[in-house]
């Protein structure tokens, strides 16, 4: 027998998969061991994330929405606030209403720095938008902070949800060149008719957009003022197909 044929028989006989079934052993074993709780009800997290079969199917997804802002509807098409004044954006997905339970796992995000839950979340949206067979972006930019809030928080809650998103589905992510460039009122001390205004001139682009697609990432949307202002920066930078993709889509007033 040659030499080459002796190296590709010793070649083929190799078990390639043994390396993966050792890392799933120790996966198995390391879960065993400390396993994953549900965030929600302090139960076993399942397949190693912390929300349990029941938790997970509790949260309300939204089934129906308007195709462009994400507000849900009861048939499927456009709203009549979208006909009438169209946003920046192309499309929005959003994945859950701003209700119980999901609301307490953004708000211990958001407000109480539980930065883990990031994770959790920003994977439930990619398998989500995955299921959806989404059009695919060339770039991920999360809605920036100023960078007075960034201080106060310590974090940037759009951010750490689109790391996950990002990683999941193989999307570059843009944290560097888009800016808010103003300081601005929160949006949710104010009334509808005044956020429009409050964040007008708020974003600054510091790279060339043209000819990308792009997927604004927010952790949730209500009147959609600030992801349109983004949208409508991003246009004047080139970006020629904007979506929106938000953890959760809350209706004014609700």
């Known amino acids: 027998m040659s030499k080459s044929s002796e190296y590709n028989r010793l070649y083929s006989s190799v078990n390639y998969s043994a390396p993966l079934k050792v890392n799933k052993s120790r996966r198995n074993v390391q879960e065993f061991l400390f396993p994953t709780l549900c965030a929600?009800?302090?139960?076993?997290?399942?397949r190693g994330r912390e929300l349990c079969r029941g938790c997970e199917a509790d949260l309300p997804l939204i089934a129906v929405a308007c195709s462009q802002c994400g507000a849900p509807l009861p048939v499927a098409g456009r709203c009549g606030r979208c006909q009438r004044h169209p946003p920046a954006y192309a499309r929005t997905v959003a994945i859950y209403h701003y209700r119980p339970p999901l609301d307490a796992l953004v708000k211990r995000?958001?407000?109480n720095g539980d930065l883990?839950?990031?994770r959790l979340l920003g994977e439930l949206m990619a398998e989500r938008l995955v299921a959806m067979n989404f059009t695919v972006p060339d770039v991920i930019v999360p809605v920036p902070l100023h960078v007075r809030r960034l201080r106060q928080r310590g974090f940037n809650q759009a951010l750490e949800l689109a790391r996950p998103v990002?990683?999941?589905l193989a999307i570059p992510l843009d944290r560097h060149h888009v800016i808010r460039s103003r300081a601005t009122d929160p949006q949710s001390d104010l009334p509808a008719k005044l956020r429009s205004g409050n964040v007008k001139g708020a974003f600054a682009v510091a790279?060339?957009?043209?000819?990308?697609r792009v997927a604004i990432v927010d952790d949730v949307m209500t009147t959609g003022h600030t992801v349109n202002e983004l949208a409508r920066t991003l246009r004047r930078t080139g970006a020629t197909d904007i979506c929106v993709w938000t953890c959760a889509r809350a209706v004014f007033g609700d």
């Not at 929600?40 to 399942?46: A, D, E, K």
């Not at 790279?207 to 990308?212: K, R, S």
């Open 109 to 111: 995000l958001k407000f």
């Open 207 to 212: 790279a060339d957009f043209t000819a990308q």
């Open 116 to 118: 883990h839950l990031a």
């Open 40 to 46: 929600l009800c302090g139960g076993y997290g399942q």
């Open 166 to 168: 990002a990683e999941r």
